[in-house]
């Protein structure tokens, strides 16, 4: 049961799904993939600020010597260290997705496309469902 979702849930970003994606769904699948190299960026740069930050305390509250320094150096230290180790493989796994959906999709929608899809919308002034098709031009 584990293996059989670990596997679906990484099947989003096979080369294979990107390829049969839609524009739309291309476009979704980029800004996920920015938005996690923007959180692995900001975490990779918070961590090691927070990780010096925090013995930067930690070594001169050995000279003063109140117990509020101890405290909070006591948190920016783990904060910092997780923060730099949850980072990293976000940035890295973002880029890469990134490269990965920019490849694809300059490489499918290069030139005009046409395409016809089935869409329906509500219609206020009749206060009902209508059908249609719409058709998208990508250039």
């Known amino acids: 049961m584990l293996l059989a979702f670990i ?5 989003v970003y096979s080369k294979q799904k990107l ?4 524009q739309e ?17 900001i975490m990779t740069i ?3 600020i927070a990780f010096v930050g925090g013995g930067a305390l930690l070594m001169d509250s050995f000279h003063m010597g109140p117990e509020a320094e101890i405290t909070a150096a006591e948190i ?11 980072g990293l493989p976000l940035l890295i796994t973002g880029s890469s997705r990134v490269k990965k ?3 694809i999709k300059n490489a499918k929608f290069n030139g005009v496309t046409m395409e016809f899809a ?8 009749a206060h009902n469902q209508q059908y249609g098709v719409t058709f998208r031009v990508s250039f």
Do not use: H
Not at 7 to 11: A, H, N, V, Y
Not at 27 to 37: G, H, P, S, V
Not at 76 to 86: A, E, K, N, Y
């Open 7 to 11: 596997c679906q849930s990484q099947g």
């Open 76 to 86: 920016l230290i783990p904060v910092g260290f997780f923060s730099t180790v949850v």
């Open 25 to 41: 769904d291309l476009n979704l699948y980029l800004n996920k993939a920015k938005k996690t190299r923007k959180t692995g960026t």
């Open 101 to 103: 959906i920019n490849r």
């Open 118 to 125: 089935p869409c329906n919308f509500y219609n206020c002034q």
């Open 19 to 22: 390829e049969k994606a839609s």
């Open 46 to 48: 918070v961590g090691p």
